[in-house]
């Protein structure tokens, strides 16, 4: 790929462009420190949906609009369409991309909740070769992540969803259409009777990048689903998330709003026992 | 593509017409629309995909041309509000149902909006409710015209029109 040879050529020198969501939006502004771009838009590589018995590869260029329009992405990935689906409008969701949201690395983005609580890993690819990072790794800081100056994401891997889980994704902003969050949850969990047997949550908008929660994760894990269960985990929330105040909304808020949402999921658990 | 700080000759169709689109890579296809070709009637509003103003649609596709560098529709199709007429008499339905229902106050963002409009009943061409208030969720009207802009949207679905 051509694109890969520029990169490896000049690196930190380049900056790839999808659809151009973000972007565009940067470089009017005068605040894209590149000055060479490069078009992946219509890189082959880089798109289409795959689906093995194991997993779903999606391409990096993947947009909001082929997410929602993807059967086994609907059956087993709800919370990657709902987010797709409340990104932007129809206008954004047809150019943006989840490569492209990755690679922003916005600490507010609606995917990597659902992504972080899918477990999805990340196919990296340079001239150097290919490999394969966890997402839960990627983010390393505030726009940093672990993605060399010559590489591209080219794949996002989710492991397919068997059997009984329940899946929880919530947006909270503004208003409903166009808003960037001030809170994103995801929470997906298996139960065993009465008892958690597995859980994965993922914030957005609560940290420098969005978050795993394994530390609230442990707490619930294997637990029964009681009230002082609940409460011991709004607790550890409150502990692992590092909220600020922002243009859209205070560290206050976020926290009340992340210990609700987690709430909100726990209860609904709490019912399908 | 490599870098370059000249303009470069993009190929695409417009409204129906081949053009050849002379241009800086990284222009926006906003710009070339309204200053290469002239057509004026797509709006610019906020210039960061936010509201809609600057709508048109690529292969199909709605799109904010704000956001698109002109360098990534070499070879597509697309289509402006000065395309959307059936023909220099006939309007499409959607735009008999604007004026039909006063869905226009200060016209900023109305071709945006119709343009939204048609890309959601070319799709979708008996949308309810909901699905017309997502179709439109990414146009803002600051005249905030919103409950006739709906009606007109809801009228171009009832009638014949909506699907020329």
């Not at chain 1, 420190?33 to 490069?38: E, I, P, S, V, Y």
């Not at chain 1, 983005?109 to 997402?135: C, H, I, N």
């Not at chain 2, 199709?77 to 149902?97: F, M, N, P, R, Y």
Request: charge should be neutral; glycine fraction near 10%; hydrophobic fraction near 40%.
């Amino acid at each position: 790929m051509d694109a890969l040879a520029l990169l490896a050529g000049e690196p930190g020198v380049w900056k790839p462009f999808a659809g151009g969501t973000d972007l565009m939006v940067l470089f009017e502004s005068g605040k894209l420190a590149h000055r060479k771009f490069f078009s992946i838009w219509h890189l082959p590589e880089l798109g289409g949906i795959e689906v093995t018995p194991e997993r779903v590869s999606l391409g990096a260029l993947t947009t909001y609009t082929e997410v929602q329009g993807n059967e086994v992405l609907r059956r087993e990935f709800p919370m990657l369409c709902q987010a797709a689906s409340e990104t932007g409008g129809v206008a954004i969701q047809n150019r943006g991309t989840l490569g492209g949201n990755i690679a922003n690395a916005s600490p507010a983005g609606d995917s990597p909740p659902a992504l972080l609580a899918y477990d999805a890993q990340l196919e990296l690819v340079s001239q150097r070769g290919t490999r394969l990072v966890a997402y839960s790794e990627f983010h390393t800081g505030y726009k940093r992540m672990t993605l060399g100056a010559d590489e591209l994401i080219s794949r996002i891997q989710l492991p397919r969803v068997h059997g009984t889980v329940h899946q929880y994704y919530r947006k909270v902003g503004t208003r409903k259409a166009q808003a960037i969050s001030k809170v994103c949850f995801a929470g997906l969990a298996r139960l065993d009777q009465s008892s958690i047997r597995e859980i994965r949550l993922a914030l957005g908008s609560v940290a420098p990048t969005p978050l795993r929660c394994l530390k609230t994760e442990a707490v619930l894990k294997g637990q029964k689903l009681e009230p002082s269960l609940i409460n011991h985990a709004r607790a550890e929330l409150a502990r692992e998330i590092a909220p600020i105040d922002d243009i859209r909304s205070t560290s206050d808020y976020r926290l009340r709003v992340a210990q609700n949402l987690l709430q909100d999921f726990l209860s609904q658990l709490q019912q399908q026992v | 593509m490599p870098e370059t700080t000249e303009k470069v000759a993009v190929n695409c169709r417009v409204n129906g017409l081949e053009q050849t689109l002379h241009a800086y890579p990284m222009a926006r296809l906003l710009d070339v629309l309204r200053e290469n070709l002239r057509l004026t009637g797509t709006k610019e509003g906020c210039g960061e995909g936010e509201c809609g103003a600057c709508s048109v649609l690529i292969n199909g596709r709605l799109v904010n041309s704000c956001l698109v560098p002109v360098v990534q529709v070499q070879g597509t199709d697309i289509k402006t509000i000065e395309g959307v007429a059936l023909s220099d008499e006939q309007l499409h339905g959607v735009q008999e149902a604007f004026i039909t229902c006063g869905g226009a106050q200060c016209g900023i963002c109305t071709p945006g909006m119709v343009i939204a409009a048609v890309s959601l009943l070319d799709q979708n061409p008996h949308p309810n409710e909901a699905e017309i208030r997502t179709g439109l969720a990414g146009n803002l009207c600051r005249c905030t015209g919103y409950i006739k802009i709906f009606e007109a949207v809801v009228k171009a679905c009832q009638s014949d029109g909506a699907k020329a």
